[in-house]
């Protein structure tokens, strides 16, 4: 249908997979997902998460926008801090123990991305490199420095 009002564009692209289609990949793997909140271009799910057999089960709340952003906290427990550290490896925020999974900046992901094939796997591998750090306070899971002095010292001075 065209006409001076509605043109209609055939090179016109989706900006993104639209949120009913990533909660709908999401739910044939995890069934038991609790939706706290679902919206046209937005939702907010908890996943349970166990990196490994022998792993603690986490309860992970996956909040996304459509075209945005995701954001991802593990709200199950308090996570444990190394003996040697003051602060969680790899999260925007140790109080909210909202994880820092990719780079933006990189552009890593993008939301052409579906949740399912990269955002959960993510938390699963972050998840599992956080019960590797908890003993001596190394982070094996790659990424930036998150502890620059780490050859000098023990205890981290400047790492707040």
Wanted: hydrophobic residues 35%; aromatic residues 14%.
């Amino acid at each position: 249908m065209s006409s001076k009002f509605f043109k209609a564009n055939s090179k016109r692209k989706l900006k993104g997979i639209p949120s009913t289609e990533q909660l709908k990949r999401i739910r044939t793997e995890f069934p038991e997902i609790k939706v706290l909140k679902s919206g046209w271009d937005n939702f907010e799910i908890v996943v349970q998460i166990r990196p490994t057999a022998i792993s603690e089960l986490y309860d992970v709340k996956i909040i996304y926008t459509e075209n945005k952003w995701v954001k991802i906290f593990v709200i199950s427990k308090t996570l444990e801090l190394a003996k040697n550290r003051t602060k969680l490896p790899h999260v925007y925020d140790s109080q909210k123990q909202q994880l820092c999974l990719y780079s933006p900046s990189k552009k890593e992901w993008n939301a052409h991305n579906y949740i399912i094939d990269t955002i959960i796997p993510w938390v699963s591998e972050w998840l599992y490199y956080y019960e590797l750090w908890l003993p001596e306070g190394k982070w094996l899971g790659g990424g930036h420095n998150e502890y620059p002095n780490e050859d000098n010292t023990e205890t981290l001075v400047n790492e707040e």
